[in-house]
């Protein structure tokens, strides 16, 4: 009886119990096989198309998306790939795109410290904080053949340059930044007025005239003009027939206009470009029959690194640290976790 026990327990098992054991073993091998190939692969990509994650006090950051009002905890360099993407033309030469890199990382830096939001470190929005896109996004703007080539040079310049950020006496600077200089950067006190900092100054590139954004030209019809400048100051009054009656009547320490006179008022360079829809207060006023011209310099406030000017500097043969150092003036480069 024992005998025939065991032989069903044995057929049982040549019957079920091994082939399942093999059919798992199989499945498993062909499981294990497959997943480490697709891996290997994102990881071949991983090392040269995403940045090193952060460590340290300012590993991770605080992002506030305008748009959704949602606050996002993200790490420290990726938020910089996606910053110096939307920052920068990923076509500038690499060395002006590191020097974007610690610019943006020591801006993010200095805004953690000096926060301007209630429960965030930092905007996505140019005109508030800084500039964001998201990966998808940008992405979506680039040519599908070049947007893995593109990336990796985004995450590279973040790469090369991980950890380092601008400082003056060991405090991160506020590193402000602008498209085109039109030749001169601008005092902070002009733009914003305040005590200004040491290191920023009027500084001269040269180059920046080859680039798109250096010369622009605005017209308007006196009708359009005083209409314009109605907006904000309503008893305003012009003699047109009168060539001093619209006149740059001083100019800051980088030529930019400094106090327009506009019949009755005496409006700033900034206002003036602010009212007018001008690039940068960097301009000249001319008249041709009835339209009043202003030809204009530049693009931007002009404060801190301009980008034609960091690009134009690389492609002199400048590094990266040189262009810092051509902007910021007696700053140094130091590790983020030594702050
Ligand atoms: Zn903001």
């Not at 460590?55 to 910089?80: A, C, Q």
């Not at 290191?199 to 010369?215: I, K, N, P």
Request: aromatic share 10%; glycine share 6%; net charge negative.
């Amino acid at each position: 009886m024992k005998k025939v026990i065991l032989y069903i327990l044995f057929l049982i098992t040549i019957c079920f119990i091994l082939p399942a054991i093999f059919t798992n073993t199989t499945k498993q091998t062909a499981s294990t096989e497959s997943i480490p190939q697709e891996n290997t692969d994102l990881n071949k990509n991983e090392t040269s198309q995403t940045p090193v994650a952060s460590e340290g006090k300012y590993s991770k950051i605080k992002l506030l998306h305008t748009k959704t009002g949602e606050v996002e905890e993200v790490d420290l360099e990726s938020y910089l790939c996606n910053v110096v993407s939307a920052e920068m033309p990923v076509t500038f030469e690499k060395e002006a795109l590191k020097a974007q890199a610690m610019v943006a990382r020591t801006y993010t830096i200095y805004k953690v410290n000096n926060k301007k939001h209630e429960n965030s470190d930092i905007c996505d929005s140019s005109s508030c904080c800084q500039a964001w896109i998201s990966k998808e996004d940008r992405f979506a703007r680039w040519e599908e053949d070049k947007r893995e080539e593109n990336w990796k040079k985004i995450t590279e310049a973040v790469n090369e340059t991980r950890g380092k950020v601008i400082t003056y006496n060991s405090s991160p600077i506020n590193a402000f930044f602008h498209s085109n200089s039109g030749g001169k950067t601008e005092m902070p006190i002009n733009v914003w007025g305040g005590g200004g900092y040491p290191y920023l100054q009027v500084v001269e590139t040269s180059g920046e005239d080859a680039y798109t954004q250096y010369a622009s030209e605005v017209s308007y019809t006196q009708e359009e003009l005083l209409n314009k400048l109605k907006e904000k100051y309503a008893d305003i009054q012009i003699d047109f027939s009168n060539n001093e009656d619209i006149k740059i009547t001083e100019y800051t320490e980088s030529e930019r206009a400094k106090t327009v006179k506009f019949g009755n008022h005496n409006l700033s360079g900034v206002e003036t470009r602010t009212i007018l829809g001008l690039k940068s207060a960097n301009f000249e006023i001319t008249k041709q029959d009835n339209k009043i011209i202003f030809k204009v310099k530049g693009y931007g406030h002009g404060v801190g690194m301009s980008q034609t000017g960091a690009d134009s500097l690389a492609r002199q043969g400048q590094n990266a640290e040189q262009i810092v150092h051509h902007f910021y003036i007696n700053v140094d480069i130091q590790d983020v976790n030594t702050l």
